[in-house]
């Protein structure tokens, strides 16, 4: 049975950093594109950045871009979303999420209906 896990969540001041990292098991990452996901309360959950499987390529949603940096260590089998310059609207659950990459999928990548498998999810907190 493939589990995604996430990690690194927790409460932080605003403009303050975190890092989450997100590792399969009964997975191996390495053919895998992987996304993050955040759903505030209330709220529906949106798309905040993804990594095709070799690394090169990324996209990221406007409210991120410049503050999240999303990468992946294949030899680790983990991915990273380092987040910097939190805001509190940055505030939600973070899920991570993987799909088997092909060519041109980060076309697709910002909508969730795109993945396979996904994560239980970490809560980021930050506090102004």
């Known amino acids: 049975q493939v589990q995604l896990v996430e990690s690194g969540g927790g409460l932080v001041q605003a403009g303050g950093s975190l890092r989450l990292s997100c590792a399969p098991s009964?997975?191996?990452?390495?053919?895998?594109?992987t996304g993050w996901f955040r759903q505030a309360p209330g709220k529906e959950r949106e798309f905040v950045a993804a990594?095709?499987?070799?690394?090169?390529?990324?996209k990221y949603a406007d409210s991120v871009k410049g503050r999240f940096t999303i990468s992946r260590d294949n030899a680790k089998n983990t991915v990273y979303l380092q987040m910097s310059s939190l805001k509190p609207e940055d505030t939600a659950v973070y899920y991570c999420?993987?799909?088997?990459?092909?060519?041109?999928?980060?076309?697709?990548?910002?909508?969730?209906?795109?993945?396979?498998?996904w994560g239980q999810g970490t809560q980021v907190t930050v506090s102004s």
């Open positions: 009964g997975l191996t990452f390495r053919r895998y594109a």
């Open positions: 990594i095709t499987w070799s690394g090169v390529d990324t």
């Open positions: 999420a993987a799909d088997f990459d092909q060519p041109a999928w980060l076309v697709g990548a910002e909508r969730g209906i795109t993945y396979d498998y």
